[in-house]
Each structure stands twice: as C-alpha cells, then as structure tokens.
C-alpha cells in the first residue's frame, strides 16, 4: 500500500522535526527533499551558502531509517542515502527516533 502524498509528508516532516528535537544544534542539515530540511547536532552554526555537513535522502529511505527498519550505514553504502562533512554521519547516532 502506498500513502497519500499528504500522509507520506506529515510522516517525514514529524519525524525530521522530532530530530531536529532530540538532537539540538545546527551543525548538520537534513534534507529530505520535497518534504523537509532541518539543522540538527551540537556544533558550530551554519548560516549561509550550501552547509558543510549534509544529509540527504529521499522519503521512503528516510523513513525507513527513522523506523530502524533500514541502518543509516546501510543506506549509505546502498546509495540511498548522501553524506558529506566531518559530522554528518553523527545522525546516524540518533537514529531509529523509533523501532518497529
């Protein structure tokens, strides 16, 4: 079964701001595109231009990732999942926000 888009987006934003929540700070971007981007990490602040520390994936991968159904370095080494900067593999610390 697929959700409606409108589900599929409430579940990722929630989740992404839950992080956003747990994990404070600004040193890492996530981008769940077209849905969601938050800063998370204690670190120091990013404010402009294009963030040294990323993490980027599409909505199923990241939901799956919140969900502890998928592990962050699996994702990565599948493809699925972007990481670049000295910190961003640090959300993979916080993650699954909930298990299955």
């Known amino acids: 079964m697929v959700p409606a ?3 599929l987006a409430a579940a990722v934003r929630l989740s992404a701001r839950t992080l956003e929540h747990t994990a404070p700070g600004s040193s890492v971007e996530v981008r769940v595109p077209p849905f969601v ?5 204690e670190g120091p602040r990013h404010t402009r231009g294009t963030p040294p520390n990323v993490v980027e994936t599409d909505p199923r991968t990241w939901l799956l990732m ?18 670049s900067g000295s910190r961003a593999r640090e959300v993979g610390h916080w993650l699954p926000l909930l298990r299955l």
Do not use: E, N, P, W
């Not at 981007?37 to 990490?41: D, G, P, R, T």
């Not at 919140?66 to 990481?83: H, I, K, Y």
């Open 5 to 7: 888009r409108a589900q």
């Open 66 to 83: 919140v969900t502890g159904r998928l592990g962050f370095d699996d994702a990565a080494a599948a493809g699925s999942l972007d990481v």
């Open 37 to 41: 981007v938050v800063q998370c990490i």
